[in-house]
C-alpha cells in the first residue's frame, strides 16, 4: 500500500469541493498554488468557462485530470431518451478534449428525477435495464474515442433521483454483461461515501481487480449526517475506516490518485485555502 503521509502527488481534487468558492479557473490556480497535481472537473463548471478555456488553463498549470463529471442520467421517457444519448455522447467529447482518462457515470434513477419532464414511473426494475441499455449503446460511441466508461455505484438513499446502481456488485454485473473479455473500456468508480457499508465490499473489490477500478474516491460519512447530499464529511471527521478501503484497492494494483468529493455546505463557506490545507492535511494522516 502506498504511503501518503510524506507528499500529496496522488491526491486529485473533485471540483465541486470548492465549487462555491471560484470558477474552474480559480480551482485550477489553487491547486497549482497548493502542489495538486490532479482534478476531477464537473461539466457545468467547464461550461461555466468555456471547453477551450478550460483546456488552455489546465494545460497551462499542468494539471492531469483524474476523471470528468460526470456522464449518465439514462433513465427517460421516450420523448427524451434522444436527448439523453446526445448529451452524454457530448459529454464524451468533452472528456476527450480535456485529456480525460475516464468519465463518470452517475446513472440515473426513476426517469422523473434524472430527466426531468419524463414521465412518472415507480419501476425500478426497468429502470435498471434502461440504464444497461443505455450503457451499452454509450460504450459504441466512447470506445471510438478512446474514453473508458466508469459506473459509480451510488448509496441506496440515492435510489429514485440519481442512481439505481447501488452496490458495488450490480455494477460489477453489468461490467461483465457488457464488458466480459474486459478490454477496459467499462469499469467502475468506487467512492467510500457510497459503498463504506455495504457487507460485501471486500470480496467485490477483488472481483473487480485492477482493470475495472478506474476511479477512487474520498469524503467521509458523518453522523449524523442531516443532507444526504450535500452534508459529506471531511476525511476523518466521519466513521469511514477509508485507509482499509484503500488497502483494498490498492491490494489489486488500484495505482491512480486518490480524489477528494466533498459536497458540504459546511466547507462550501470556508475560504478555498483553507479547504485545500485541510484535504492536504487530511490526505496524509487519514486517507
Ligand atoms: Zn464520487
Known amino acids: 500500500m502506498r504511503d501518503f503521509s510524506g507528499d500529496h502527488r496522488w491526491l486529485s ?68 431518451r434522444q436527448e439523453a444519448r446526445d448529451d452524454n455522447r457530448r459529454a464524451v467529447d468533452e472528456a476527450k478534449a480535456l485529456g480525460a482518462p475516464c468519465i463518470l457515470l452517475v446513472v440515473g434513477g426513476l426517469p422523473q428525477y434524472s430527466r426531468p419532464g419524463s414521465a412518472a414511473s415507480k419501476n425500478i426494475a426497468q429502470a435498471r435495464t434502461q440504464v444497461e441499455d443505455a450503457i451499452a449503446e454509450m460504450m459504441g460511441y ?50 467510500v461515501y457510497h459503498i463504506w457499508w455495504d457487507p460485501e465490499l ?26 444526504i447530499l450535500n452534508d459529506r464529511g471531511m476525511m476523518g471527521d466521519g466513521v469511514i475506516d477509508i485507509r482499509s478501503v484503500r488497502g483494498a484497492v490498492e491490494a489489486q494494483g488500484f495505482a491512480g490518485y486518490s480524489e477528494i468529493e466533498i459536497f458540504s455546505n459546511g466547507w462550501w463557506e470556508k475560504p478555498m485555502d483553507e479547504v485545500l490545507r485541510t484535504c492536504i492535511e487530511r490526505h496524509r494522516s487519514v486517507v
Open 202 to 227: 471486500l470480496p467485490q473489490i477483488a472481483r473487480a481487480g485492477k482493470d475495472r477500478l478506474l476511479a477512487f474516491h474520498v469524503c467521509d460519512w458523518l453522523v449524523p449526517t442531516t443532507d
Open 142 to 191: 466512447a470506445k471510438q474515442a478512446n474514453m473508458p466508461l466508469a459506473i459509480e455505484p451510488l448509496h441506496p438513499a440515492y435510489a429514485a433521483d440519481r442512481a439505481c446502481v447501488n452496490t458495488t456488485k450490480q455494477a460489477l454485473d453489468i461490467c461483465d454483461r457488457l464488458d466480459p473479455k474486459r478490454t477496459g473500456a467499462l469499469g467502475v468508480a468506487l467512492d
Open 13 to 80: 481534487l473533485n471540483t465541486a469541493t470548492v465549487r462555491k468558492q471560484g470558477d474552474l479557473a480559480d480551482i485550477i490556480d489553487a491547486c497549482a498554488r497548493h502542489g495538486i497535481r490532479a482534478i476531477d472537473p464537473w461539466r457545468d463548471q467547464v461550461a461555466a468557462i468555456g471547453l477551450d478555456r478550460a483546456v488552455w488553463v489546465l494545460r497551462d498549470a499542468g494539471l492531469e485530470l483524474s476523471g470528468y463529471c460526470r456522464g449518465g442520467m439514462f433513465t427517460s421517457d421516450i420523448a427524451r
